[in-house]
């Protein structure tokens, strides 16, 4: 039963069909891909060259024994370099924190501080549990209508597309990584989190944790410097 099934049709014209019915599923496949980049292309700058902004979003992106991963680290090292550089002025964290003994924003916040930027500085999101999330509780929650995106170059596109989305004008800076299995992973990951990305911007699901509105952004952008 299988190895028929799994017969080329018989008549070229059956084998035509087929062919483009691959076709239409592989352009089905990569639209969502192809409408990040199209729409992305003019949002995307490196640290030297992005535009100021009161507010940086910095995504999480794992933890290894309770400190930011290698790729964590690396996004947070941009937005220190920002900070240092004036181009910023509060650093948004966002991520999962989901139970006690998983803490992506407090181990974002220890980090920053101990390369230089200023507790006061920092404002921590602690339900940041996917892009889209992260994007709509940074407009709705913390009241971010523009920040620079933090991120690697693999998911930067999705980030500022999903933040556009959700009202957050935006310029995403892009990390680079070294193309390691996590680096292709996460390139792969993207071709369906692209698909995952298009439904939200259309539909604009609630995010799993929305909550009350915080004052953290303004109260850290009234701080001192």
């Known amino acids: 039963m299988v190895a028929r099934w799994a017969r080329l049709p018989g008549t070229r014209a059956g084998q035509r069909r087929l062919v483009r019915a691959v076709v239409a599923v592989c352009v089905l496949a990569l639209l969502p891909s192809a409408w990040l980049h199209v729409g992305t292309a003019d949002r995307l700058r490196t640290a030297a060259d992005v535009p100021r ?3 940086a979003v910095v995504f999480g992106a794992g933890l290894w024994d309770g400190e930011p991963s290698p790729y964590l680290a690396h996004r947070l090292d941009a937005a220190a370099g920002l900070y240092r550089a004036g181009r910023i002025e509060v650093v948004l964290v ?12 407090d181990a974002m916040r220890a980090y920053l501080i101990r390369h230089g930027v200023p507790g006061r500085r920092i404002v921590s999101d602690f339900a940041g549990f996917d892009t889209w999330d992260s994007c709509v509780r940074a407009k709705k ?10 991120s690697q170059d693999f998911h930067i596109r999705r980030a500022v597309a999903l933040c556009r989305a959700a009202g957050v004008t935006s310029y995403g800076v892009g990390v680079a990584a070294k ?7 996460g390139n792969s ?20 944790f929305l909550g009350r509105q915080e004052p953290g952004v303004r109260e850290a952008l009234a701080a001192p410097r």
């Open 141 to 150: 929650i913390f009241g971010v209508d523009r920040a620079v995106l933090i």
């Open 189 to 208: 990951r993207e071709i369906l989190a692209a698909g995952k990305a298009a439904l939200e911007a259309v539909f604009a699901p609630d995010p799993r």
């Open 53 to 55: 902004a009161d507010v």
């Open 179 to 185: 193309h390691d299995v996590t680096w292709y992973y």
């Open 94 to 105: 966002t991520g999962d924190n989901s139970r006690e003994d998983y803490d992506e924003p």
